[in-house]
């Protein structure tokens, strides 16, 4: 059992533990939208936009004295990043292949940054997967933070999400400002990607915001149960990942991933297809 008690015991596995809590919320409460609305990519190219933002810190400051500025330096990258989301509302270019130009823009220009000018040499493979250690008080009171913005900005107007997710054309024709949610659905998913990549990189980030909204959209059969499955399978098996990876000393946000994947894998076997969605 130490593999469980060495979470109260060591602050940092506390730490990484609270902060997989509320990463694996918000994400849980945003999959469902980016799965209804097949934006899949724009995950990918906010996270995937990180490695510019660390790049650009590492052209002025050593590793040492970037880290404090990490958060908000990504933060500023996809905010950005999540501007150049007005390209995509109502655009005849297919909106992935926008989002996947960003992508690839993003983290050229990141690489590029980071040959030409970092003071130091660094292992891109941690920003991929997290690194635990990194989680600080100030990140986990970010998180917090983050996670009741989202909560009640997605709660307060639900009923404007639903009508988005199920008839965007019949939104607007009631009069609902599809715009302006279109932007601000983008500038929360960028905060969230900036405030969780110290934690668990940017694979781990993108299959926190893809897999559970992909469970929920196969088994659920109202709209509103698409959230509360998605919350809890994000959230279970987040942390089942974490002490997996704490038992056997593997990588904690490798271990995040694949325990994501498995478990996707275990309840479309296991659980019930809806077919569709009858009802809010």
Request: hydrophobic residues 55%; glycine residues 6%.
């Amino acid at each position: 059992m130490s593999f469980i008690t060495d979470f109260i015991e060591f602050d940092f596995l506390f730490n990484s533990l609270i902060g997989v809590i509320l990463i694996s919320l918000i994400c849980g409460l945003l999959s469902p939208l980016i799965v209804s609305k097949r934006l899949a990519f724009m995950g990918s190219a906010l996270s995937h936009s990180s490695l510019l933002s660390i790049s650009l810190s590492l052209s002025i400051f050593t590793l040492d004295q970037a880290l404090p500025l990490f958060t908000l330096n990504t933060l500023l990258i996809t905010l950005l990043v999540s501007t150049l989301a007005t390209f995509t509302f109502r655009q005849k270019i297919p909106t992935d292949s926008l989002i996947g130009i960003f992508l690839t823009v993003s983290m050229a220009l990141g690489i590029i940054v980071l040959k030409l000018f970092s003071k130091q040499n660094v292992d891109l493979s941690s920003l991929l997967f997290g690194n635990v250690l990194l989680i600080t008080r100030t990140d986990l009171l970010i998180l917090f933070i983050l996670l009741v913005t989202v909560f009640f900005t997605l709660w307060i107007p639900r009923h404007k999400w639903i009508f988005l997710i199920q008839d965007e054309e019949a939104a607007l024709i009631q009069g609902v400002n599809i715009k302006f949610y279109h932007y601000l659905f983008y500038i929360l998913l960028g905060v969230t990607v900036s405030a969780s990549i110290k934690l668990m990189g940017t694979v781990v980030v993108n299959t926190l915001l893809l897999i559970p909204g992909v469970l929920a959209l196969k088994t659920a059969r109202s709209l509103k149960s698409m959230v509360l499955i998605s919350t809890v399978f994000s959230l279970a098996f987040s942390i089942l990942g974490l002490v997996l990876g704490n038992s056997f000393e593997l990588p904690s946000g490798a271990t995040i991933a694949v325990t994501l994947f498995l478990g996707l894998v275990v309840c479309v076997k296991l659980l019930p297809g809806s077919g569709q969605i009858s009802k809010l």
